[in-house]
């Protein structure tokens, strides 16, 4: 199976048009166009029933302490976490793209409905986590939200999209299920799967 996404080289860098955080006049950051990309994939395995869709930013901090502090770094050595920006399950076997901007355009404060879609059903993303405890933010953060690392973290974040073929038509996964409840539903179900991988940073010296 082949997954191909249009709006980026595969290893390449993710374009501002795609992410929730882009760098402001100040040197930190401000809320970007937020995107989802342009994906297509083809080579399914026989027997596919659905895709799944899942992105990861696989060099998330573990501890958020230094996190957009001025002043201060988030150290490249700090141990890292995973962060899921698109939990998408129960794709319809006949589908095989989604276009640029079709799950995603904008920042939606409080986030966007889990659930059914014309092309699958949303699960939330790690910024339902993340914007906990902020009363202008907090909520679920259905689908897709794009990448906005720490402004001052010093490490380059890689995220890994993910699309999974299945030999169940769903998952029978509801409500704010996340990332990590998809990938456990999958279990003994994936027939094949590929993968696309971004990167981004805002920190100006950033480093792999």
């Known amino acids: ?25 100040t040197g930190q950051a401000t809320f970007g166009p937020n995107r ?8 399914e395995p ?13 060099d998330a901090p573990s501890v958020r302490d230094d996190a957009n502090q001025p002043g201060r770094t988030v150290p490249h050595a700090l141990p890292r976490a995973d962060f899921y920006h698109w939990v998408l399950i129960d794709i319809p076997a006949d589908v095989h793209e989604l276009p640029a901007g079709c799950d995603c355009e904008g920042v939606t404060a409080r986030g966007k409905a889990v ?16 914007f906990a405890g902020d009363a202008d933010l907090e909520g679920d953060y259905g689908g ?7 402004w001052n973290d010093e490490r380059i974040h890689h995220y890994h999209f993910v699309l999974y073929a299945l030999d169940e038509a769903t998952l029978g996964l509801g409500g704010a299920f996340d990332g990590g409840d998809a990938l456990l539903a999958m279990r003994g179900h994936v ?15 950033a480093q792999p």
């Open 1 to 25: 199976m082949e997954l191909t996404i249009l709006s980026f080289a595969d290893g390449g860098p993710i374009p501002a048009e795609f992410a929730m955080g882009i760098p402001n006049e």
């Open 36 to 43: 989802s990309p342009h994906l297509q994939w083809r080579g």
């Open 46 to 58: 026989a027997g596919t029933r659905s895709f799944a869709l899942i992105c990861t930013d696989r």
């Open 191 to 205: 027939l094949d799967s590929a993968e696309w991988v971004g990167t981004y940073a805002i920190y100006p010296h």
């Open 144 to 150: 897709y939200d794009g990448p906005f690392p720490p």
């Open 115 to 130: 659930g059914p879609t014309a092309y699958g059903t949303r699960g939330i993303n790690s910024y339902t986590s993340w």
